[in-house]
T-cell receptor, first 110, second 111 residues
Framework: DAKTTQPPSMDCAEGRAANLPCNHSTISGNEYVYWYRQIHSQGPQYIIHGLKNNETNEMASLIITEDRKSSTLILPHATLRDTAVYYCIVSVWGYSTLTFGKGTMLLVSP | DAGVTQSPTHLIKTRGQQVTLRCSPKSGHDTVSWYQQALGQGPQFIFQYYEEEERQRGNFPDRFSGHQFPNYSSELNVNALLLGDSALYLC??????????FGQGTRLTVV
């Protein structure tokens, strides 16, 4: 079973920030938080990952709470092309085996 | 850099037949993992290959087997196909301790 809990769906207006939450209350000290997204019928796309510090790259920001039991993926200016299923996954670094849940379906609307 | 490439993109097979799917990893990657994604579900881990050996395996029957070649490319074989094997099959590659990157998948339909 997936070790994360995500809302099944979320809506966001184009141009606004999309904040996708994830709970991972049983995360271990050596597990990272990874985010992937999957646009319909395509392979999952890596977005970002982190251990305990907040991370930012050209796609998104990842905010991890101090107790590491939850995190938020932030897409700062959502576009229609960001409509996808977003998966939050916890995994040990170097293990590279991912356990997917059902993710959050993000719908970005004009 | 070509990224992870999979072939074929689509195929249709009949129940009882055998199928082979292929994956070329991203340049510099030596580890290949295979996933099965049924409609409406998240990907499920099948197995992982490293140094031409199966390093990990998920909860899949022995009908599912694989191989990794010296150039790190990999094949997934499924024997005695069932209707329930219809799915999107995804290949992901990584370096030994790095982030996994996925290909676009092979859509298998069993009729």
């Amino acid at each position: 079973d997936a070790k994360t809990t995500q809302p099944p769906s979320m809506d966001c207006a184009e141009g606004r920030a999309a904040n996708l939450p994830c709970n991972h209350s049983t995360i271990s000290g050596n597990e990272y938080v990874y985010w992937y997204r999957q646009i319909h019928s395509q392979g999952p796309q890596y977005i970002i990952h982190g251990l305990k510090n907040n991370e930012t790259n050209e796609m998104a920001s990842l905010i991890i709470t101090e107790d590491r039991k939850s995190s938020t993926l932030i897409l700062p200016h959502a576009t229609l092309r960001d409509t996808a299923v977003y998966y939050c996954i916890v995994s040990v670094w170097g293990y590279s085996t991912l356990t997917f849940g059902k993710g959050t379906m993000l719908l970005v609307s004009p | 850099d070509a990224g992870v490439t999979q072939s074929p993109t689509h195929l249709i097979k009949t129940r009882g037949q055998q199928v082979t799917l292929r994956c070329s990893p991203k340049s510099g990657h030596d580890t290949v993992s295979w996933y099965q994604q049924a409609l409406g579900q998240g990907p499920q881990f099948i197995f992982q290959y490293y140094e031409e050996e199966e390093r990990q395996r998920g909860n899949f029957p022995d009908r599912f087997s694989g191989h990794q070649f010296p150039n790190y490319s990999s094949e997934l074989n499924v024997n005695a196909l069932l209707l329930g094997d219809s799915a999107l099959y995804l290949c992901a590659s990584s370096s030994g301790s790095g982030t996994a990157f996925f290909g676009q998948g092979t859509r298998l339909t069993v009729v």
